[in-house]
């Protein structure tokens, strides 16, 4: 049986076993969210010897070169040394500046110890103590003097139920930066873009809608946010106030009627879309049948959180 070596522990496991379910067994706490390779909580880097990496796109080309992994998607075959992610070793540190509660929807901002570099729609991993999880940026290089990320509090779950007690003036750890599938493109100053999120799912979009007007879009801006209550439309009145941006808000139970008004009107329409995984589907199916060709739509899928 292969050996796996954390520091000055060693010990054996069954051929094949899943790295992130060997260590934990072991006692590292080793956090993880999804356990699909999305959530990057679970980051460990390998020393000495190499896994079995069902997932090696996951991670970028240059990460994964250094020997970093996401242990939910390797088993171990051979002898392996690895270090876990220490958050108040690697991550960098930043500071809760600011905290609003709109109905469920807990919007925290962070001030990070020093400048980060990241575009609207890409994700990072946030630390509390020892629980991780990755959250979509909000706010906006080069105009934000914070990270902004929107918390969606209504379920219970490891994060959210630290990020409640959470106060002005605590540090957090910044941990992996990565892009989403969703950004914004000069390219398509000229062409519509239309926006729809679920819940949360407007945290990216609200950076990408933003940047868009510095850029000086030009096409028509729609943005559609369905919510499960009007509460739940907690950035109604900042993007009602922009020029030239089309906002609906949408009630869960109106959704597919509002869906089914959507009418294409350019073949250059560009549609980015982010929310829970079911919404994400009912929105990308309207869209195709609206008649947006599925090279412009560009989808980020929220993952459940455990």
């Not at 876990?84 to 109905?103: H, I, K």
């Not at 309207?286 to 412009?296: E, I, K, N, S, W």
């Amino acid at each position: 049986m292969p050996e796996l070596c954390v520091g000055e522990r060693r010990w054996t496991v069954p051929t094949g076993s899943n790295l992130l379910d060997a260590l934990n067994a072991a006692g590292l706490n080793v956090p993880y969210s999804c356990r699909a390779g999305s959530c990057h909580a679970c980051l460990v880097h390998c020393l000495d010897g190499q896994p079995a990496d069902a997932l090696p796109e996951a991670l970028a080309l240059d990460k994964h070169a250094q020997g970093w992994r996401l242990a939910c998607q390797c088993r171990v075959v051979d002898d392996l040394r690895v270090a876990v992610f220490d958050p108040l070793l690697e991550g960098m540190p930043a500071t809760v500046c600011a905290l609003d509660w709109f109905g469920d929807v807990l919007r925290l901002r962070l001030r990070p110890e020093r400048a980060l570099r990241y575009h609207a729609g890409q994700h990072l991993v946030l630390w509390n103590g020892a629980v991780a999880r990755p959250y979509s940026l909000a706010s906006l290089p080069g105009e934000d003097d914070f990270l902004e990320f929107h918390v969606d509090c209504r379920r219970p779950g490891a994060f959210c139920d630290s990020a409640r007690g959470l106060r002005i003036g605590d540090e957090l750890r910044l941990g992996e930066l990565r892009g989403g599938a969703l950004h914004y493109d000069p390219d398509w100053q000229e062409r519509p873009l239309w926006m729809l999120a679920a819940g949360t799912g407007l945290a990216p979009l609200w950076g990408i809608l933003r940047e868009a007007v510095r850029q000086g879009h030009r096409g028509e801006i729609r943005v559609l946010h369905v919510a499960r209550d009007s509460a739940g439309h907690y950035l109604a009145g900042a993007m009602q106030g922009m020029a030239g941006v089309t906002v609906d808000l949408v009630l869960a139970e109106q959704m597919e009627e509002a869906l089914a008004g959507f009418r294409m009107v350019s073949r250059q329409t560009v549609a980015l879309v982010c929310g829970a995984p079911a919404s994400v589907e009912r929105f990308a199916r309207r869209l195709f049948v609206a008649g947006v060709p599925r090279g412009q739509v560009y989808a980020d899928a929220f993952v459940e959180h455990v």
